[in-house]
T-cell receptor, first 113, second 109 residues
Framework: DADVTQTPRNRITKTGKRIMLECSQT?????MYWYRQDPGLGLRLIYY???????NKGEISDGYSVSRQAQAKFSLSLESAIPNQTALYFC????????????FGEGSRLTVL | GQNIDQPTEMTATEGAIVQINCTYQ??????LFWYQQHAGEAPTFLSY??LDGLEEKGRFSSFLSRSKGYSYLLLKELQMKDSASYLC??????????WGAGTKLIIKP
């Protein structure tokens, strides 16, 4: 089983719908991240959390929200999806002492029509 | 502002050597990271440099010059499975990773 698991792996939805992407990890890491990846733009940070009670906005948080339900779980929500949120979304974790070494989930491909 | 620059695409021949360059400008610096990402898959960690010099790990090596804001990833004895995108990322003063857009490496037989 993967150490960082994302669900769903693929989702097609319509404009205006609410979408939740879930991430769970078995690595025991405190730090968790949500990124989106678009062709030619690289990885962009949406939100990150260093602890269960810690939530921080990243570079592109508008239109997204997150919840850190437990150390092992970090979910990303799109309250009202729009087509330019079509992207590949990655959850990642890192250890407190190795902040730059991220462990990624397999990705969730979201298409908003 | 913070910025990472790396070539968009490179082509190399199986068995050869290729060097992928990366320049960075960040607010503070706490290390330079290289990740490999095969098409449709998640990035995976390759290497980390925080001091100047060369770090060797099998067929892959990574070099850092902090004074020049420059790093490169060197891949030797290229294999077809090395066809992937290579992402350069710098850790800034807030211990946040700043990512380059990635270099797509195409290996030809």
């Amino acid at each position: 089983d993967a150490d960082v698991t994302q669900t769903p792996r693929n989702r097609i939805t319509k404009t205006g719908k609410r979408i939740m992407l879930e991430c769970s990890q078995t690595k025991g890491h405190d730090r968790m991240y949500w990124y989106r990846q678009d062709p030619g733009l690289g990885l962009r940070l949406i939100y990150y959390s260093f602890d269960v009670k810690d939530i921080n906005k990243g570079e592109i948080s508008d239109g997204y929200s997150v919840s850190r339900q437990a150390q092992a779980k970090f979910s990303l929500s799109l309250e009202s999806a729009i087509p330019n949120q079509t992207a590949l979304y990655f959850c990642a974790t890192s250890d407190n002492r190795e902040a730059g070494e991220l462990f990624f989930g397999e990705g969730s491909r979201l298409t908003v029509l | 502002g913070q910025n990472i620059d790396q070539p968009t695409e490179m082509t190399a021949t199986e068995g050869a050597i290729v060097q992928i360059n990366c320049t960075y400008q960040t607010s503070g610096f706490n290390g330079l990271f290289w990740y490999q990402q095969h098409a449709g898959e998640a990035p995976t960690f390759l290497s980390y440099n925080v001091l100047d010099g060369l770090e060797e790990k099998g067929r892959f090596s990574s070099f850092l010059s902090r004074s020049k804001g420059y790093s490169y990833l060197l891949l030797k004895e290229l294999q077809m499975k090395d066809s992937a995108s290579y992402l350069c990322a710098a850790l800034d003063s807030n211990y946040q990773l700043i990512w380059g857009a990635g270099t797509k490496l195409i290996i030809k037989p």
